[in-house]
Structure formats: structure tokens, C-alpha cells
């Protein structure tokens, strides 16, 4: 666990490990595609993700890029790279025009896809034809959820199509201009199964809306309920969290 004091440290440190992250590994062997996530949190993260790697020696900056992977974990059906509001968007903003990544670089489920529930099977044996993921970073939702994995959700839960529950559609309404009447009901999430299997899943959470959730999803017994907390299994969890997050967290002395 890594207490930063706020958003904004939190956001540099995140993204040094993805830096690291996109090194090839030691083996030799290119890294593993990355887990991406979108959402308020990982904002500052992607704007520190940027300048570190604008600050690099343009060499080795072009070498990182061309080695990049990555699969996010999620995009609402019926959203498209043009709409606003789609996660799509928000990663080309966010990442793929200031770095100057290609689609196929930058991969996220289809939301426009015909069939969604067929787009969310190729989506899961397109990770699992790449190997499966690397490091994997993980925003919380309110309601416990990671990705879209919403409660109950087993540990074994596979990228699927799934109706977002209400509370999800409420935490996400503030980023839709038309509000609560235009979030989708469904959305394509990367599967619990999939994240579990990744080689380290880093969780970040900030805020103190977030600090009763987090301290559940660590402290209580894993369970359906809250799907973050199957986490707690994971070999290899790094929980990244600013000093309002964790502050109910019963280990941590801030
Ligand atoms: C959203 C996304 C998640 C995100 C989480 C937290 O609904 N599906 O991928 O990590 O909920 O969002 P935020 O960081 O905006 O609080």
C-alpha cells in the first residue's frame, strides 16, 4: 500500500510504474499489454503519464511508444469514438492524441459493435491471444465495482456485455452533458476473471468519497458484493491510494 498526500502526487507516482511498465521485461520478451481504466481518477495519472514521457530523451520515448499495448477495460454500448462521453474519447484525449498512439495501439470494446455480447467475447480472446495482461490499473466504484464488473460479481466472471446498476449509472451521470437520461444501460467490461489473471493489478483510489468503500473492499471477507474485494487474492495487488482514501483504512497511519 502507497499513501500519497493528494490527486496529484498519486497521478506521478502511477504513472512512473506504468513507465516501468512499458520497458520491455528483463526476460527479454516484449512487456505484456497493458490494463487500462478511465474515469476522474485516472486523470491526473494520464496527464503525469504524458509529461514523463515528453520529459524522456526522444530515442527512448519513441522506443516506449512503439512497444505499446494496451486494452482498456471497459466502454458503454451504443458509444462510439465520436461521442463525446465514450471512453474511447476520453483515452484519445487523454493519451492517444498527446502521445500520438495508432487505434490499433490503444484497444477498447467496440461499443457501436452490432452484436455487443459477441464484440465482448472477441474482446476477452483478443487479451487472451495477446497473452493475457500486464500491469492492469484499476479505478473503484462507488458501489465496490472495478471495470464494470458490477454487484454480485464472482471471481470468475468473463469479459461480457452486463446491465450497469443504478448507483453506477448516478456515480457517472456528472460526465454526461445531457445528465442521468443519457448514460447507457449496458456497457462491455473486461471480466474479473481476466483482471485476476493479470501479472499486477494496481488499484488507485482517491478522495474521501472513496474512503468507506476502499476500507470494505480491503477489510471485509471477499464476496460478490463487492467485487473489489476478490482482489485481496491477487499475488501481486499494489493499492495506491491518497491520504482521503484511505483514511478509514484500519492498517494505515496517516
Ligand atoms: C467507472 C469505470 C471504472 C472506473 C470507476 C471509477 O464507472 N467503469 O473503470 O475506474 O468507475 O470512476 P471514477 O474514477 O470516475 O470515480
Known amino acids: 500500500m502507497e499513501v500519497a498526500p493528494g490527486p496529484e502526487v498519486l497521478g506521478q507516482r502511477v504513472a512512473a510504474l506504468v513507465v516501468e511498465a512499458l520497458r520491455p521485461a528483463a526476460a527479454g520478451g516484449p512487456a505484456k499489454p497493458l490494463g487500462l481504466a478511465t474515469g476522474r481518477t485516472m486523470e491526473p495519472v494520464y496527464g503525469a503519464l504524458v509529461e514523463q514521457l515528453q520529459a524522456l530523451p526522444s530515442v527512448e520515448r519513441q522506443g516506449l511508444l512503439a512497444g505499446w499495448s494496451s486494452f482498456n477495460l471497459d466502454e458503454y454500448v451504443g458509444l462510439g469514438p465520436e461521442d463525446l ?3 474511447a474519447a476520453s ?3 487523454c493519451l492517444g492524441a498527446p502521445l500520438g498512439l495508432a487505434p ?3 484497444r ?3 461499443g457501436l459493435a452490432p452484436h455487443p455480447e459477441r464484440e465482448a467475447r472477441h474482446y476477452g480472446q ?3 491471444a495477446a497473452g493475457g495482461l500486464g500491469l492492469q490499473l484499476l479505478g473503484l466504484g462507488n458501489n465496490g465495482h472495478v471495470g464494470f464488473n458490477e454487484p454480485p460479481c464472482p471471481p470468475e466472471a468473463p469479459t461480457r456485455c452486463l ?3 443504478p448507483a453506477t449509472r448516478r456515480q457517472n451521470a456528472g460526465l454526461f452533458a445531457a445528465g442521468l437520461a443519457a448514460v447507457p444501460r449496458r456497457a462491455i467490461t473486461v471480466g474479473l476473471a481476466e483482471i485476476l489473471a493479470a501479472e499486477t493489478v494496481v488499484l488507485v483510489v482517491s478522495g474521501e468519497s472513496k474512503a468507506e468503500i476502499l476500507r470494505r473492499s480491503l477489510e471485509e471477507p471477499p464476496q460478490p458484493q ?3 474485494s476478490w482482489l485481496q487474492r491477487h499475488p501481486r495487488l499494489k493499492v495506491m491510494v ?3 482514501a484511505a483514511s478509514r483504512l484500519g492498517c494505515v497511519r496517516i
Open 104 to 106: 490499433g495501439q490503444l
Open 226 to 228: 463487492l467485487p473489489a
Open 126 to 128: 483478443a487479451i487472451a
Open 242 to 244: 491518497d491520504g482521503a
Open 91 to 93: 483515452m484519445e484525449r
Open 85 to 87: 462521453e465514450s471512453f
Open 163 to 165: 446491465e450497469l446498476d
Open 108 to 110: 477498447l470494446p467496440d
